[in-house]
């Protein structure tokens, strides 16, 4: 009885990615893993799916660095630090060797670079498209974890980075003559796309936000209604001003070429930065540790009251509404 | 702002089923979870798939619990307890809703049944078929999860249950008219399509399996295959006799009408049995647990030598071989 193709085939390509001690070199059913004492383990699990999250032709490489990087970006937001992950993954009984090896590579790369190791998993052939379920773990202490029901009146609204980058790189990856509408570089043009392509996480941000934030998470679906679901959580009304929303030089061409593209940046997802709200007190310390982090952080808002919404003022200082203030799969 | 759809749907089909206080009521991006002190986690994920190992046309309450039980099955085998579940689901834009309802329903029955509260996950739509991860995470004292290399020369080898049902109740689903070929009465056509459609995971007996088994696994994709796969993480040969596989009537019939359905017996899968192996002395508690637990085992065969392979032996002593000894998805 000699070793199946899949064996084989999880040998070859991902084993190398399991140093791990409770990952048992992959030769069984299950790893092991347990937080140090007094610490909680956060876990979190963001499937990406061929032709909904990333496109049949990008680099496999990047699309193994976008499977653990959505989930390190959720770490981030709960204030864990990565402690490894599971990884399933369903692909296409002819899948080309050249794509594993690629996609193993550079899910390998982040997992040296973020310390977080592959565990175990599964691989299945699937008829449908490339899924790659990524379920990655963190520790803090206990009880530490951030959530998203924290916000209270009176606290700021701050994002890292900038935002509505990745939606119109989508964008511009379904209709690249929006290139030329827009009036974009090249070196613009390609900001936008890799921002879609890869997400940078802000794990090197999740300490600070574990100390400083009262409630955090990440930008996956847009920042109107993301920002709407943490003020539901947390029962609290906050508004935020559309012209304190940082954006990229890139996206500012578009606004200025294009306005009305405001919607997308608002509500168009994908840009795994950071949304916290932080106390009066608070900020200063966040400041200064996102600025050793090399993480730039913007304040955008307040929240104001009690409620449940989130509410984005124009430079009129009106709200703004959008038909669909957030990406929903459903 | 409102909710989403995706809101909606997670808050109608799921919340309900979240009620470990670490789901947050799924109102957040991650779950919290900590093994008790001086325990581990063990964790496994085993996706299923529409098309691949379950068919569209299944109920989908049974659906719902052959996502949970695969993994079940996994935590059985390392003799961990359940402690809890992330489900990632992605289904197709036009889902029924009533197919979501019922996969909801069973999947809620049995994190009830077995002790396993969903904890968290994630909802997307795919171009392709249904898929649905769940991430499952037990419990045990630290360091003692039961692996796959743990096989010594001399112990026995058992398996619980019966083996082959599930092989030939897919042949049946796939060939309905081989129960006439096979001449199986109603009763056992049902009870072969009833042991593909719902595994039965035997977490009865995982703390036993800790207790007593020097190695053990649960046989997924075929007794044969599998068991080379514990030789190999072992360095064991094992020797098992194909007459004493435990099986039912439904397979003992089957194999009076067609002798050489013998092969997907042994090498089909989904059998969802536990197979391990134990030293002379603890056979006769393992059995006694096993009895209060009202879960058949039976001993097959012997781990004989040092070695990487399983080898199987017909009746008149001769090792058999198989073009394809296990389940293979690649």
């Known amino acids: 009885m000699n070793e199946s193709g899949e064996d084989r085939f999880i040998a070859r390509y991902f084993r190398p990615l399991a140093r791990h001690p409770g990952a048992f070199g992959l030769l069984d059913d299950a790893a092991v893993l ?53 990884l399933a993954l369903a692909v296409p009984q002819d899948i080309d060797p050249a794509w594993v090896e690629g996609f193993a590579s550079g899910l390998g790369a982040d997992a040296e670079r973020y310390g977080c190791p592959l565990l175990g998993g599964d691989t299945d052939c699937t008829p449908g498209p490339i899924t790659i379920a990524v379920t990655a773990f963190g520790t803090l202490p206990r009880g530490r974890m951030v959530s998203r029901n924290g916000a209270k009146v009176g606290d700021h609204v701050l994002v890292t ?16 003559e929006n290139a030329g509408r827009w009036r974009l570089n090249a070196e613009q043009a390609e900001h936008l796309k890799s921002r879609y392509l890869l997400p940078q996480p802000r794990n090197a941000l999740a300490h600070a936000v574990r100390e400083h934030a009262s409630a955090a998470m990440d930008i996956s679906d847009g920042l109107a209604g993301d920002l709407g679901k943490l003020c539901r959580a947390s029962g609290v009304r906050a508004e935020i001003e559309a012209r304190r929303v940082p954006v990229s030089g890139a996206v ?77 799969h459903l």
Do not use: W
């Not at 347990?34 to 032709?57: E, S």
């Not at 980075?161 to 690249?176: K, M």
């Not at 430079?315 to 669909?324: H, I, Y």
């Open 252 to 328: 500012a061409a578009v606004l200025a070429a294009e306005p009305a593209r405001l919607e997308t940046v608002l509500t168009g997802g994908d840009d795994y930065e950071l949304l916290c709200t932080v106390g009066e007190g608070e900020i200063a310390p966040l400041r200064n540790a996102a600025e050793s982090a090399g993480v730039s952080i913007t304040e955008i808002g307040r929240v104001t009251a009690t409620g449940r919404e989130a509410v984005i003022l124009d430079v009129a200082g009106r709200p703004m509404s959008f038909p669909r203030p957030s990406f929903s």
């Open 161 to 176: 980075g900038t935002i509505g980058d990745a939606a119109l790189g989508l964008d511009l990856r379904r209709s690249p």
């Open 34 to 86: 347990a937080p140090p004492q007094g610490h909680d383990l956060v876990l979190t699990t963001d499937p990406i799916i061929c032709g909904v999250h990333f496109f049949a032709d990008d680099p496999p490489d990047a699309v193994g660095r976008k499977a653990l990087r959505v989930n390190l970006s959720d770490l981030a937001a709960k204030g864990a630090a990565p402690a490894g992950f599971l």
